[in-house]
């Protein structure tokens, strides 16, 4: 077995995921299961964690972890940092489980210019892995329950802006009148077809998108989408809107989000990058392993692990 360094946890509400990582911040083994937070049931934080690390348990090396096991509902809650957060500061703030032998990274925060507050976990991580402290300004997205546009300067994260897409995609598709056709058919592709991009062009338009959910069922009725194609084109429509905001978000900061950094490994990364593609948003992909690469790039900032030779 190759030499690990550090044990990494991105620790989800809906995924739970261990990496192990060489000295030079490779991954060279990984594990997942279904124990995100929203999924433990009775199962208690050290069991689950022992179940995830499964035969690396032994392993003498530093753990380090990421996400919602750090929100109040988590195994220990760790404060928000304010905006705008460095890799320094994330890395000096670090919460112990010493029972563990675990380590948590804390979330950051921030405030809209009409004083709403808006959060992160996990995510901060992933810039942390995603994104160089030389680049001077990159306007980074992380699509999920609720996706995430981040304005990072110089690897600083400076602020960013939430959008609970996803979550409402599935409450709408299975609670509401909008999925009474979709309920059982799900995207018909992992891959955006004709209807997704139809969606997304209704979502970058000016109208109103309490009204224009309705064309999910709408359409169906009067014969312009078949009850199949119905969840995609509400998944653009959403998608699509969402990346009209937050482009206004970003030119109101001075950003032209001309580009942006997607970053992120499932098939919902296609969906916004042909979104953004519809919207003539440039878009480059991060690397896949951009959590455990920012769980490695904190260790080393906190002396955790030592700089490979």
């Not at 959060?119 to 609720?146: C, K, N, S, Y």
Request: aromatic share 6%; with cysteine.
């Amino acid at each position: 077995m190759a030499t690990a360094a550090l044990i990494a946890l991105d620790w989800g509400t809906t995924a739970a995921r261990a990496y192990r990582v060489d000295p030079h911040g490779n991954v060279i083994g990984a594990h997942s299961a279904p124990l995100g937070l929203s999924q433990l049931g009775d199962t208690t934080f050290p069991a689950a964690f022992a179940r995830l690390l499964g035969e690396w348990a032994d392993d003498p090396v530093p753990r380090l972890a990421c996400g919602m096991v750090g929100s109040r509902e988590g195994w220990r809650e760790v404060p928000y940092l304010r905006c705008p957060v460095s890799l320094e500061m994330l890395a000096t703030r670090l919460a112990e489980i010493p029972a563990a032998r675990l380590k948590i990274v804390p979330g950051v925060a921030t405030r809209d210019a009409a004083g709403l507050p808006d959060v992160m976990r996990g995510e901060e991580t992933q810039i942390a892995g995603a994104i160089d402290a030389e680049e001077e300004r990159t306007l980074a997205v992380t699509p999920g329950t609720h996706s995430k546009w981040i304005r990072v300067e110089r690897g600083r994260i400076v602020d960013f802006l939430s959008f609970m897409t996803g979550e409402l995609y599935a409450v709408m598709i299975a609670h509401s009148v909008l999925g009474r056709f979709a309920r059982n058919s799900p995207p018909t592709s992992d891959l955006p077809g004709p209807a997704f991009l139809r969606g997304v062009d209704r979502g970058l338009g000016t109208g109103f998108l309490v009204h224009d959910m309705f064309g999910a069922r709408t359409l169906v009725l009067h014969g312009e989408l078949t009850s199949e194609q119905a969840p995609d084109w509400l998944s653009g429509l959403l998608i699509g809107r969402e990346v009209r905001n937050a482009r206004t978000w970003a030119h109101r900061h001075g950003d032209d989000a001309a580009k942006i950094r997607l970053i992120g490994t499932d098939a919902l990364v296609a969906r916004y990058a042909a979104a953004c593609a519809r919207a003539e948003i440039g878009v480059e992909r991060a690397r896949p392993d951009a959590a455990a690469r920012g769980l490695w790039q904190i260790a080393l900032e906190a002396g955790l692990i030592g700089r490979a030779l």
